[in-house]
């Protein structure tokens, strides 16, 4: 991955404790925990403060110049024992990132008397101050309670889902044209963006052409399209197109650095249609797919809400991710042939998830550079060149969207499921998926929440993370989807079914 496209996390932890137990159990629990995590992932994920809040607002104050000094751009509160409601709820205030909060469990039953540290109890009060300060931002596991090796792993876990939080606070998402004509699926208000501290710069296709004219002859052509050669191999059908979309590659990465301003990460939402194709003479699927591949995902039809989503799984999986439509029903022949009795998935749970030939190579099964179907139905083959076809690998997968609704209300939906290994006998990036129950998440969660068609994937089970992701951001937990267990009824759902 192109990591000048994603932060690294850096977790100081801060040990707290109330001045009526001992100090020095709050800071051997900290060491201890600062030791384990080491024994099992990376040391520089973390930083070991050395300063321990007990009662003093100025020990808080001393820890979080600390912290900041240390360029620290993700916080967790490390309850030792019972710790100071007021001074590290203050700290969780005053920080500026994402924060966790976690308790040391007891060690032995042969040290609770000196030894027991009551930071159950303790969590409990740092939740209800929490509350009082509306400090709402603050990730609390599941269980958030435990011995040296599971806080490790606690914190291992929130790695990247505050490398999401600390990358959307830095993100521009960069957009070139209104959405196509006779096109509302994409169209969203922009609000929300500005909400969750995006910056959006929405640009003229005219403005991309002139750039993109302006590239003509760039020096650095021939060594991109001599890289696109090596990478498409003998999928390199349409080999006099290369020039042109490595003259329009050389453009975007030109627009990016020009244009990010003071923000460290960028996304794209591009035009692609319906007069891209007769101007600039090609599609541009293929440079968006190799864009993405280097964790800068650039969305079709300028969907802009997609863009995000890419790049919040982008982050979020430390992996390439896709955009594809919630596009077409497996026929049921398909389904008796290749799927029936080999998985327990009905025919409901299946859907192909498809679009023009955005996915990267390495995410397809094989994949040929090719013309676009659809597209050259009404124009002429030689401009609609450039689309990435092929079958998306097979293995797990999360389909997730983030979207503001048209009355401006932030929402999203997860799920998991899979890309099974089932030729789908056509054309563009596509895939054979099945997700449990995917007829009645459809119909309940994708209808009646008026998404539209694209949704974001990401090549793993990573439903945990986002849902937190999706909280941090401020996304009300009723208005996050997902795709219920069968006989867990929707709250619109008909119950005679």
């Known amino acids: 991955m192109n990591e000048k496209n994603m932060p690294k996390v850096k977790l100081g932890i801060v040990a707290v404790s109330r001045d009526c137990f001992p100090e020095s159990l709050s800071v051997s629990r900290r060491e201890a925990l600062v030791k384990a995590y080491a024994s099992k992932y990376d040391v520089t994920d973390i930083y070991e403060c050395p300063i321990t809040i007990v009662e003093s607002e100025i020990d808080m104050v001393n820890a979080l110049n600390d912290v900041n000094a240390h360029e620290c751009n993700a916080l967790c509160v490390y309850l030792g024992n019972f710790g100071p409601e007021i001074s590290e709820t203050l700290l969780a205030q005053k920080f500026n990132g994402p924060k966790i909060f976690i308790a040391a469990a007891e060690e032995s039953q042969g040290n609770l008397i000196q030894g027991r540290g009551d930071a159950y109890c303790g969590m409990l009060n740092a939740s209800y101050s929490l509350h009082l300060r509306n400090v709402k931002n603050v990730y609390i596991p599941e269980y958030p309670v435990g011995d040296a090796e599971d806080c490790a792993d606690m914190l291992h876990e929130f790695i990247p889902i505050a490398r999401a939080v600390v990358a959307i606070s830095d993100l521009k998402i960069i957009s ?13 208000p922009i609000k929300q963006l500005y909400n969750l501290g995006v910056e959006i710069e929405e640009n003229s296709e005219l403005d991309l052409f002139e750039a993109f004219k302006n590239h003509a002859d760039d020096p650095r ?88 989503s890419e790049f919040i799984g982008t982050v979020v999986s430390d992996d390439i991710v896709t955009l594809l439509d919630i596009n077409n029903s497996v026929p049921k022949d398909m389904y008796n042939e290749s799927i029936k009795g080999k998985w327990d998935y009905t025919l409901q749970d299946t859907f192909m998830g498809f679009h023009c030939g955005n996915t990267a190579s390495s995410k397809l099964s094989f994949c040929s550079m090719n013309y676009q179907l659809i597209m050259a139905r009404a124009l002429p083959e030689e401009v609609t060149q450039g689309t990435l076809e092929g079958d998306i690998v097979p293995g797990q997968i999360t389909f997730y969207r983030l979207q503001s609704t048209s009355d401006n209300i932030l929402r999203g939906y997860i799920a998991e499921g899979e890309v099974l290994p089932v030729a789908t006998h056509s054309f563009g990036s596509i895939g054979v998926f099945a997700i449990p129950e995917m007829g009645r998440f459809y119909r309940h969660v994708l209808i009646e929440g008026g998404y539209p068609h694209h949704g974001a994937v990401a090549f793993g089970h990573f439903g945990k993370q986002l849902y937190e992701v999706f909280k941090l951001l401020g996304v009300e937990v009723d208005e996050i989807g997902y795709n219920q267990p069968k006989g867990v009824r929707y709250p619109t759902e008909n119950p005679w079914g």
């Open 221 to 308: 052509i021939p060594d991109v399209v001599a890289d696109m050669e090596k990478e498409l191999g003998e999928g390199n059908k349409k080999p006099q197109i290369l020039p042109k979309l490595a003259q329009y590659e050389i453009t975007l990465l030109d627009w990016i650095e020009a244009h990010k301003g003071y923000r460290k990460y960028v996304t794209i939402a591009s035009k692609c249609w319906p007069a891209f194709q007769t101007q600039f003479g090609f599609v541009p699927c293929y440079v968006n797919s190799r864009l993405t591949s280097r964790g800068i995902p650039v969305s079709c039809e300028v969907d802009i809400y997609g863009a995000l």
């Open 176 to 188: 070139f044209g209104p959405r196509p004509q006779n096109f509302m699926a994409c169209n969203a």
